[in-house]
């Protein structure tokens, strides 16, 4: 893997390539995590295994086509570990990887601010929509 390292292996002040590398990936990780049931995903998987059916009963509203490809999604960004069990019938468990874990917290993170800050959102938004 020809220049790449991870961030923290970086010793000194990082290149213009390593900002861009950093701001790539990071635009990718957030505009899955951004998509309408990533973090309805994220919050049902929380700190269990849970199965596909599970999940899809936890996240209301969500089609089996499009929880399939947001757990695809998610795996694919490092968030999201999936387990095959080979049985009959095959039985797949959903888990957050310790970047999923972070992000969970951070996810609740923004939701804490949410709430602590809503009235001063929406005291904006009415000034901000007043004639």
Same mark, same amino acid.
């Given at each position: 893997?020809?220049?790449?390292?991870?961030?923290?292996? @970086? *010793? &000194? =002040?990082?290149? #213009?390539?390593? %900002?861009?590398?950093?701001?790539?990936?990071?635009?990718?990780? /957030? +505009? @899955? *995590? &951004? =998509?309408?049931? #990533?973090?309805? %995903?994220?919050?049902?998987?929380?700190?269990?295994?849970?199965? /596909? +059916?599970?999940?899809?009963?936890?996240?209301?509203?969500?089609?089996?086509?499009?929880?399939?490809?947001?757990?695809?999604?998610?795996?694919?960004?490092?968030?999201?570990?999936?387990?095959?069990?080979?049985?009959?019938?095959?039985?797949?468990?959903?888990?957050?990887?310790?970047?999923?874990?972070?992000?969970?917290?951070?996810?609740?993170?923004?939701?804490?601010?949410?709430?602590?800050?809503?009235?001063?959102?929406?005291?904006?938004?009415?000034?901000?929509?007043?004639?």
């Amino acid at each position: 893997m020809s220049g790449f390292h991870r961030a923290d292996d @970086v *010793v &000194g =002040t990082p290149t #213009a390539t390593d %900002v861009a590398r950093v701001q790539a990936v990071a635009r990718e990780v /957030f +505009g @899955v *995590v &951004g =998509t309408k049931w #990533a973090l309805p %995903v994220i919050e049902a998987i929380g700190p269990d295994s849970p199965r /596909f +059916g599970e999940l899809h009963r936890q996240v209301t509203g969500i089609s089996h086509r499009l929880l399939t490809v947001t757990l695809r999604q998610l795996e694919q960004q490092g968030l999201v570990h999936r387990t095959l069990h080979p049985t009959v019938p095959p039985r797949t468990e959903y888990r957050l990887t310790t970047a999923g874990r972070d992000m969970h917290d951070t996810i609740n993170g923004f939701c804490r601010w949410s709430r602590r800050h809503l009235d001063e959102v929406l005291a904006a938004r009415r000034r901000f929509d007043r004639p």
